[in-house]
């Protein structure tokens, strides 16, 4: 990574006419028809989106260091005749909607038949475009702009205009996302950031932190783990995933921050807890498909029906718009890691439980 000073902008222009030279979105497409967008910046932080797979984040590099797993064959196109967990890319980013999230399941209502976490990673999206800007002499974005519909004929009417954003020389990805209901009727609407964080950043001993009001296991699958929820293991054999939901602590303006990584690197996630008031843990460290899930999200992953009857459902109405934004942020070395620590262990101390955050079946 360069120094800051060998990136203002007149330096820059004394040297190079072209910022691509040191940062961008670059589009290509594969042997399989996928098309692809390396994204790269001279903070040396790389990653792949899938435009024909919701706008998701592929496979993720820091200083060639990967930081995310992903599955044999992939990227997979989209195909609606296979399942959810056939069609699973991993990848850094898997977005999970945007109507329901959780397992398959039978609507209790209408009897309509919904596949694990939704449809939204299948979609392709459309009216691409790139913006790039110098703000004063020392920063300079670049932004990648996408639109992505999910509509039935008599049913929703969804479109998420989603927004990836680079600053020169930062290690963080910024996600805007908005999503408007152009429909009629009132609709559900269950969004969850699938975070996948791979080896070798999460690995034998690599911690979760997180500043929280309570940490709450999913099933008796994942009871025995709550003494340890923060640390990881080796990678065992048909290890049994166990998944924790934590009713998070944030800032009186709702931002809050969690961090996953080793002793040397982490991941961390900066978002506004008004819009995405929950937090799931994926632990899952299998052998071979070693991949843990860091999600925030305005539901957790228990489906459609349940959330209806547990209150935890929300509706889009419509012309109604929903609006989200995270920052991914790499912490490298103990100094930046030291810095995000304080920053949770402040919100642990004097930060509020988040409001709209309603695990009280879970508590017992």
């Known amino acids: 990574m ?26 290509a497409t594969l042997p399989n028809g996928m098309r692809i967008i390396e994204a790269y910046n001279s903070s040396g932080l790389t990653f792949t989106i899938l435009p024909d797979r919701g706008m998701d984040i592929w496979s993720a590099h820091y200083k060639g260091l990967p930081l995310t797993w992903i599955s044999q064959g992939s990227p997979h196109p ?5 399942s959810w967990l056939r069609q699973y890319n991993g990848g850094l980013l898997t977005t999970c909607g945007l109507s329901h999230v959780g397992p398959s399941e039978r609507d209790d209502i209408t009897g309509e038949n919904r596949d694990i976490h939704g449809m939204y990673s299948h979609l392709r999206a459309g009216d691409l475009s790139i913006d790039r800007h110098w703000y004063g002499n020392s920063d300079y974005s670049v932004w990648l702009n996408a639109e992505i519909t999910e509509a039935k004929l008599f049913g929703e009417q969804l479109v998420l205009r989603r927004s990836y954003g680079l600053e020169l020389g930062h290690t963080m990805i910024t996600i805007w996302d908005t999503i408007t209901n152009r429909g009629d009727q009132s609709v559900p609407l269950m969004l969850l950031y699938h975070f996948n964080v791979g080896y070798p950043l999460v690995r034998e001993g690599a911690r979760s932190h997180t500043p929280n009001a309570g ?8 009871k025995p783990g709550l003494n340890r929820w923060w640390e990881y293991d080796a990678a065992t054999p048909q290890y049994a995933e166990q998944v924790f939901f934590h009713h998070l ?3 009186s303006n709702g931002f809050t921050k969690v961090m996953l990584g080793n002793e040397d690197m982490a991941i961390t996630l900066d978002w506004d807890s008004s819009s995405l008031p929950y ?8 052998q071979g498909i070693y991949v843990n899930g860091i999600e925030p999200g305005n539901c957790i992953p228990e489906g459609q029906n349940a959330a209806r009857r547990n209150g935890r459902l929300m509706m889009l109405e419509p012309g109604q718009e929903y609006r989200s934004a995270i920052s991914v942020g790499i912490a490298d070395g ?9 920053d949770i262990n402040q919100l642990q101390d004097m930060g509020s439980a988040v409001a709209g955050c309603r695990l009280d079946e879970f508590t017992g």
Not at 3 to 27: C, G, N, P, W, Y
Not at 279 to 286: G, L, M, V
Not at 334 to 342: A, G, I, Q
Request: aromatic share 14%.
């Open 2 to 27: 360069l120094d800051e000073k060998f990136l203002t902008r007149d330096a820059v222009e004394r040297h190079s006419l072209d910022m691509r030279q040191f940062i961008d979105f670059r589009q």
């Open 334 to 342: 103990k100094s930046l890691m030291r810095e995000s620590w304080v």
């Open 279 to 286: 937090f799931t843990q994926w632990k899952n460290t299998r």
């Open 249 to 251: 602590k944030a800032k």
């Open 78 to 82: 989209p195909d609606f005749g296979q």
């Open 215 to 222: 940490v709450f296991p999913r099933d008796s699958v994942a």
